[in-house]
C-alpha cells in the first residue's frame, strides 16, 4: 500500500522557517520524482519544488530562493526547508510522487497533506 506522510508543518511568525518532511512507502522511492505541492484557501494547488531521484532540483514561484527540497533515497523520504516565510505562504502542503519531471499525471501518488500557517 502506497504511503506518503507529511509532517513538520504548524504556525510559524513571519520571517521564521520551518522543515516539512514526508515518508514514503508502498513503491520504488528511488524511481519517482518526489514533489512539495501547496494549496492555499480558495487557490489552486501549486508546485512548489520538485526533485528528480539522481537530485536534480527545479523551483517554482513564487517560493523560489525561500525553500529548498532534498531527498535521502535511503529513507524514502523528502524534505522541504522553507526559510522567510511570508503570510501568503499560509496553505496545506503536500508530497507528491510522480514519475514525469514537473508533470503531474493520475497516476501519481500524494500525502494528505500538513498545514503551514503563518500570520499576518
Known amino acids: 500500500q502506497v504511503q506518503l506522510v507529511e509532517s513538520g508543518g504548524g504556525l510559524v511568525q513571519p520571517g521564521g522557517s520551518l522543515r516539512l518532511s514526508c515518508a514514503a512507502s508502498?513503491?520504488?522511492?528511488?524511481?519517482?520524482?518526489m514533489n512539495w505541492y501547496r494549496q492555499a484557501p480558495g487557490k489552486a494547488r501549486e508546485l512548489v519544488a520538485a526533485?528528480?531521484?539522481?537530485?536534480?532540483?527545479s523551483y517554482l514561484f513564487p517560493m523560489k530562493g525561500r525553500v529548498t527540497i532534498s531527498r535521502d533515497n535511503a529513507k524514502n523520504a523528502v524534505y522541504l526547508q522553507m526559510n522567510s516565510l511570508k503570510s501568503e505562504d499560509t496553505a496545506v502542503y503536500y508530497c507528491?510522487?510522480?514519475?514525469?519531471?514537473?508533470?503531474?499525471?493520475?497516476?501519481?501518488?500524494w500525502g494528505q497533506g500538513t498545514q503551514v500557517t503563518v500570520p499576518s
Open positions: 507528491n510522487a510522480g514519475r514525469i519531471f514537473l508533470t503531474t499525471t493520475g497516476d501519481d501518488f
Open positions: 508502498g513503491f520504488t522511492f528511488d524511481n519517482y520524482v
Open positions: 526533485i528528480k531521484p539522481d537530485g536534480i532540483t
